[in-house]
């Protein structure tokens, strides 16, 4: 998958989880941030790959990409699989905690489970790839859906760009459209 499709599967299923929990309130710093992570969370196991936008972004990106690539076995390899997401997740604890006393106005177990939620959004649309994940790494096995690969997306191809991205869109349409009440008393009433 791209990281356009990355980013915005990774907001839809941010937006989806806060809007089946119960409402809390938080600061809009948090909200921010907690995006900002989210997005970033979205595309992190692919720092992978060379041509990441993860990389391409940073001036000499391309380098350090593909030590990287080296380092982590590969492309939709240990960033891939639920040993790397728990051992980042560990990491992005790290930096927030070491984060925290100059934004102490953010939450930053919110920050971290938006992180979360954007990596795991990531493993679960690449799994819809032809690649498949190697999800239960160091056993070296690629799972994908549909089982036959034939049947699984090609990324950057047609599928991607005029049903699931579209399909994405459609779900936030969605999902704002019939919480629309809980949106509003969200932004009145719950964002200090
Ligand atoms: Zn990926």
């Known amino acids: 998958m791209t990281g356009r499709t990355h980013d915005l599967a990774a907001i839809t299923a941010l937006g989806a989880v806060v809007l089946y929990q119960p409402v809390h309130t938080v600061s809009l710093a948090t909200i921010l941030v907690a995006v900002f992570a989210n997005l970033v969370g979205g595309i992190a196991p692919d720092i992978d790959q060379p041509t990441a936008p993860f990389w391409r972004n940073l001036p000499i990106g391309g380098y350090f990409g593909r030590v990287f690539d080296t380092l982590l076995g590969g492309h939709r390899f240990l960033t891939h699989s639920i040993l790397g997401v728990v051992v980042m997740g560990w990491l992005a604890k790290l930096l927030l905690i070491f984060l925290h006393p100059i934004m102490p106005s953010v939450d930053g177990n919110l920050v971290w489970l938006a992180f979360m939620i954007g990596m795991a959004s990531h493993l679960v649309m690449d799994t819809f790839t032809k690649e ?61």
Do not use: C, M
């Open 132 to 192: 498949g994940v190697p999800w239960l790494l160091p056993i070296p096995i690629k799972f994908g859906f549909p089982p036959l690969k034939s049947l699984r997306i090609t990324t950057g191809k047609f599928v991607e760009v005029f049903v699931i991205f579209p399909g994405l869109v459609i779900v936030n349409v969605w999902l704002y459209y019939t919480h629309y009440r809980q949106v509003l008393d969200i932004l009145h009433k719950h964002v200090a």
